[in-house]
């Protein structure tokens, strides 16, 4: 009875796997790594992200939406076929970093920059920029500055963990100015610095400031100046030493902004099932020998844009025109519209 169970259990988990397989999870990859194992046992992926309109915020029923959410969403397509499954968490930019570094998340999508010291100091790894972006000054429009440099003597408000902080110093040192920082954790105080007038200005991410200046009470009173500060390259934020799960979260990123320049949307994708180009042929895994040489669902491509829409379909539908926020692609555009965006070949 006792080995009649035993076998029977067996063969359930054979089965299992076999019928995992085949719903398009990934097969084992040449590629050294445990967090997709530790994401297929546990049936999600852990994605940390902030809290900003268009970007990441939950709707009123509780629903995650936004432009960085849609790509975790994308990766869940890629690991699973199944867009659901992520767990989305809140954290400051203070604690997400080392969250990520601790395990509690898989992946953060939270708007953090790449930087040097974030790759060799503090040992994360990038997957590409799906954001370039820069940091910018919402200011008091009383005060009547256009310009960084006129904000000598100014108190500004600027959140902890942030690239800001060095940005902001950075420049006033350069600028030979002096300036005030107010260095604050939480982003609702960080918001209501500026509102009560604890604070001149506000330093952080321009589309982060355009995006949260809607939630002040008065956002007419504030004006975000053109200036950047800095480079901002926003991009999928892992632990290093995990080759494979920084493959998978490239390739996802790569497989939204490579149908953009095939021009396979969400609503065209089935057409392009019949077309002849080989390179089509591949991406899409109508020709699946690509999918199956890489150890993914050879759809995973057609999965992703089926579902989440291509780079251009998620920047329009979060944070492109006709939305709240109204933002120009500018150099989010693909490469070949005078762009950023540009995927290596999918071969
Ligand atoms: N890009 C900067 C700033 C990151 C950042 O603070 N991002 C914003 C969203 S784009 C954020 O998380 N704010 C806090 C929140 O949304 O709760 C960095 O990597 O340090």
Excluded: C
Aim: negative net charge; proline residues 5%; glycine residues 10%.
């Amino acid at each position: 009875m006792q080995r009649h169970f035993t076998h029977r259990k067996l063969f359930t988990k054979a089965f299992a796997a076999t019928a995992a397989l085949a719903a398009g999870l990934i097969a084992t990859s040449a590629l050294a790594g445990e967090t997709l194992d530790k994401i297929k046992v546990r049936g999600v992926i852990k994605v940390g992200v902030g809290t900003t309109p268009g970007f990441f915020s939950p709707d009123s029923s509780g629903r995650w939406q936004g432009f960085f959410v849609d790509f975790g969403r994308a990766i869940a397509i890629t690991v699973f076929n199944d867009a659901e499954k992520v767990e989305l968490t809140n954290s400051s930019p203070q604690q997400r970093l080392p969250a990520l570094q601790s395990g509690e998340f898989d992946i953060l999508l939270s708007g953090v920059t790449q930087t040097v010291s974030r790759a060799f100091k503090l040992g994360f790894h990038f997957g590409p920029v799906v954001f370039y972006d820069g940091q910018g000054l919402l200011v008091r429009k009383d005060l009547g500055v256009s310009k960084g440099e006129e904000l000598d003597g100014a108190t500004i408000g600027v959140q902890s963990g942030t690239t800001g902080e060095l940005n902001i110093a950075d420049f006033f040192r350069k600028t030979g100015k002096a300036f005030t920082p107010v260095t604050i954790e939480e982003t609702g105080e960080f918001l209501k610095a500026l509102d009560s007038g604890r604070v001149d200005a506000l330093t952080q991410d321009a589309t982060d400031l355009a995006a949260k200046r809607t939630q002040l009470s008065k956002p007419d009173d504030y004006v975000l100046l053109p200036e950047r500060l800095s480079k901002e390259p926003l991009a999928p934020a892992i632990r290093a030493g995990d080759d494979q799960w920084l493959e998978i979260v490239n390739w996802t990123v790569y497989a939204t902004i490579q149908a953009e320049e095939f021009g396979i949307t969400k609503d065209n994708v089935d057409t392009f099932l019949k077309s002849e180009d080989p390179a089509i042929k591949r991406f899409l895994g109508v020709d699946p020998s690509l999918g199956e040489a890489i150890g993914l669902d050879p759809k995973f491509a057609y999965n992703i844009v089926k579902t989440v829409g291509n780079y251009g379909e998620i920047f329009e539908r979060n944070v492109g025109k006709g939305t709240a926020l109204n933002f120009e692609r500018g150099y989010n555009q693909p490469w070949t519209a005078g762009g950023l965006l540009y995927s290596p070949p999918f071969r």
